[in-house]
């Protein structure tokens, strides 16, 4: 397990995304299930710096472990700020024109969609939030 806490900025993205690269590539993580795993921590830790802390800037762990039965990397999100809890949302609909839809709850969608398993619990003054991406070689 690796672990990297750093301050919830949004120009600590490319930082994070970097940090997590780093385990998969040692894993030979195939290239779409790591842009999918890119752009689920962009989201991921946007809502963070958007909902956790906001307008104040607080801290938030990225743990990163992998599982070997299926092969898969789980990446924690871990924070101290106000409890949210993005799965509770109900998804976009998505067959309505962007014109139709109602603003935001795309991005999350897109993380569910694309991750294998995703959970949120609140747990001792802290929002943890889990996704797990099975790495098929």
């Not at 994070?16 to 690269?21: E, G, H, M, N, P």
């Not at 789980?74 to 109900?90: E, N, R, S």
Request: glycine letters at 4%; a negative charge.
């Amino acid at each position: 397990m690796k672990e990297l806490t750093i301050e919830a900025m949004p120009e600590k993205i490319p930082v994070i995304t970097a940090f997590v690269d780093e385990q998969l590539e040692q894993l030979d993580c195939p290239a779409r299930a790591q842009a999918q795993i890119d752009i689920a921590i962009d989201e991921l830790f946007s809502n963070i710096v958007h909902y956790a802390y906001h307008p104040e800037i607080g801290w938030a762990t990225v743990r990163v472990e992998v599982v070997e039965e299926p092969l898969s990397v789980v990446i924690t999100f871990i924070d101290q700020g106000v409890p949210y809890d993005p799965l509770a949302k109900l998804d976009p609909d998505v067959t309505l024109s962007a014109e139709e839809r109602e603003v935001g709850g795309l991005g999350i969608y897109i993380v569910k969609k694309s991750m294998d398993e995703i959970t949120y619990e609140y747990k001792e003054g802290r929002n943890i939030l889990r996704i797990r991406k099975e790495l098929q070689r």
